[in-house]
């Protein structure tokens, strides 16, 4: 699944810079409202992560390819949400075009996202199974899970789907932030992934050396996209923190410090876990199958990467990861 999804990723993926304001252009924070706003429609259709992060991933595709005018970008990310529905999710868990309309108050009629819907198949050529920073994600946390059982045995018996959920309430709000779009998906789910194992593993560096090998991702990238995760994340924490703090009227001070931390989930995010629980232990078989028939060479060679990887090689780098 991995060297697949990174197969497709070099074949497709561009970067996606963002116009400036225009007449005719979308702005950054245009396009970033219009991804908290798919985040939300997926969480209250109860779609699946990986549902969201492509619905997120061709609706900006769609604005490197085409000058979409402001006041049609509601349109398109609502028609890529259902596109990206009707790819992914089971048809029992797609409402008809009518009710979806209805319910995610887009304000466009049947008739409108219909047209738009064979107006942006027909720019992606068709081309819509394209592997998404969630997708990805999923996919690492399965390998990390798979060659290394007792990662998680510091964190007070959480499961990997509820571990995995919380990183995925992270990278959900990642999808939201436009510094992200000069980044392969790839790298996006590596940084992420590794801001979490520097808080749960003291040998984190060691893993994701050997996650850098097996994605092909640049130290530099990874350091870069490391950094504005890091920034968004720490940002958004504040956030919350003040919010809460306004409303319990507390006079603490809120800590300055940059740091990625699991938070309580909001409302909108509470149906992730039940999907993520589902879609891990399908996933997780069909890796463990994939790793065990097919390949019993490379777990071999990961596990023994993941368990004895040499010091000299972590030292070298850990300057530079670190900082």
């Known amino acids: 699944m991995l060297s697949s999804n990174l197969d497709k990723e070099r074949q497709l993926w561009e970067p996606s810079p963002i116009k400036l304001p225009s007449n005719q252009g979308i702005s950054e924070q245009q396009r970033d409202e219009a991804a908290a ?12 992560p ?32 259902y596109i990206a529905a009707k790819s992914l999710e089971e048809d029992e868990n797609i ?42 994600l999923h996919t690492i946390h399965a390998v990390l899970i798979l060659h290394y059982p007792h990662l998680l045995s510091s964190q007070s018996n959480m499961s990997p789907s509820e571990h995995l959920s919380a990183v995925m309430r992270q990278m959900l709000r990642c999808l939201r932030w436009h510094g992200l779009l000069q980044f392969r998906p790839s790298t996006v789910a590596l940084a992420l992934t590794s801001l979490e194992l520097e808080q749960i593993t003291p040998g984190w560096l060691r893993l994701v050396l050997v996650l850098q090998r097996m994605t092909n991702v640049g130290s530099e990238q990874l350091m870069q996209c490391r950094e504005e995760i890091a920034g968004f994340l720490g940002q958004q924490l504040g956030t919350m923190h003040a919010n809460r703090s306004r409303k319990s009227s ?26 993520i629980k589902r879609l891990y232990s399908e996933e997780t078989v069909c890796v463990s199958g994939s790793f065990a028939a097919e390949t019993p060479s490379l777990r071999t060679s990961c596990s023994l990467e993941m368990h004895q990887e040499s010091e000299e090689n972590v030292k070298s780098q850990t300057s530079l990861m670190v900082n």
């Not at 490197?64 to 349109?75: G, M, P």
């Not at 219909?114 to 720019?123: A, D, F, G, H």
Request: aromatic fraction near 8%; glycine fraction near 4%.
């Open 37 to 48: 706003w798919l985040t939300h429609l997926a969480a209250q259709f109860q779609f699946l």
């Open 50 to 81: 990986e549902t969201c992060g492509l619905a997120v991933l061709l609706m900006d595709r769609v604005l490197l390819l085409v000058k979409v005018q402001a006041k049609y970008l509601q349109c398109v990310a609502v028609t890529c949400l």
């Open 95 to 136: 409402p008809p075009t009518p009710d979806f309309v209805r319910k995610s108050r887009c304000g466009c009629s049947f008739s409108e996202i219909t047209r738009m819907e064979m107006v942006i198949l027909s720019k992606l050529g068709w081309n819509i199974h394209l592997p998404s920073a969630v997708d990805f």
């Open 250 to 275: 507390s006079s603490a001070p809120l800590s300055k410090k940059r740091k990625v931390e699991h938070s309580a989930p909001p409302p909108e995010d509470e149906n992730i876990y039940d999907g």
